[in-house]
């Protein structure tokens, strides 16, 4: 007997510094599914000075969320693509009711027709230790911690020697109406979910890997062979 993913359609769910892009990362690179972050997405169209890119840099630094029209018709282009047809890990989409349902829609044009939505469970002050701590990569886009894997503020990133910074919407004040934003507007998506019973919580608190473990044992099944 062996264990395999239950399914391969995944949506990853939770408050800003839940763990989402660390964890999406780590079962990415396990499994072989891409991993789809809209805010890696619009960040990277933002470095670009694309017209999106600069709007949606504007609301991100506010703290405040991209409009739903735009946000479907990004993520419609992308699980379209070839590289999605044998699963993926969606990070930071649905956020809102509508684009909860422009998903289903999405999916069943797409035959997907089982997928999970998996929630990390972690509380606010942990978010906000794990926010103001965040630094990540100029060049490679990696994502560090201040105080682990021997970095600190103006050290290069381990990896490729580029320049750490913090994401300008990791600051403080952004980051407190990033919290509120969840609260009131994406939180109350998960009882959409709860509804399709598709829901699989997670305790986010642990260590990243004891994390990575909750979460493919909680996604998986024995299988013969
Ligand atoms: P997005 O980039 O998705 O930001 P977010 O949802 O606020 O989440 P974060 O990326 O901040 O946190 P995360 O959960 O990925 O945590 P991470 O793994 O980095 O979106 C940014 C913005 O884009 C939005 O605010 C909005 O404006 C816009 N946007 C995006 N999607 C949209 C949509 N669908 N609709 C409308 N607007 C949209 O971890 C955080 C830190 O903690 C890191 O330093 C990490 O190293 C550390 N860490 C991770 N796991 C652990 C652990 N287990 N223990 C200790 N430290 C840990
Ligand atoms: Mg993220």
């Known amino acids: ?73 990004l993520v419609r282009d992308v699980l379209r693509k070839p590289e999605a047809r044998g699963g993926f890990i969606l990070d930071g989409f649905p956020r809102t009711l509508p684009q909860a349902e422009a998903l289903t829609a999405l999916l069943a044009e797409l035959h997907v027709n089982s997928f999970a939505v998996v929630v990390l469970d972690v509380d606010e002050e942990e978010l906000v230790r794990r926010l103001s701590n965040r630094l990540v990569c100029e060049r490679d886009g990696r994502v560090y911690s201040v105080g682990r894997s021997g970095v600190n503020r103006g050290s290069p990133c381990p990896d490729c020697g580029g320049q750490l910074v913090q994401r300008d919407d990791d600051r403080e004040e952004t980051v407190r109406r990033r919290l509120k934003v969840y609260l009131q507007t994406t939180a109350p998506v998960l009882a959409y979910y709860e509804q399709l019973g598709v829901l699989v919580h997670v305790d986010g608190r642990g260590t990243a890997e004891t994390v990575h473990w909750e979460i493919t044992q909680k996604l998986s099944e024995e299988v013969e062979g």
Request: net charge positive.
């Open 1 to 73: 007997m062996r264990k395999e993913l239950t399914t391969r359609h995944l949506l990853f769910f939770g408050p800003p510094g839940a763990g989402k892009g660390t964890q999406a990362t780590m079962l990415s690179a396990r499994v072989g599914v891409p991993h789809i972050s809209t805010g890696e997405i619009l960040r990277s169209a933002a470095a670009q000075g694309t017209p999106l890119g600069k709007r949606a840099k504007e609301i991100i630094d506010a703290g405040h969320l991209v409009p739903d029209d735009i946000m479907v018709e």
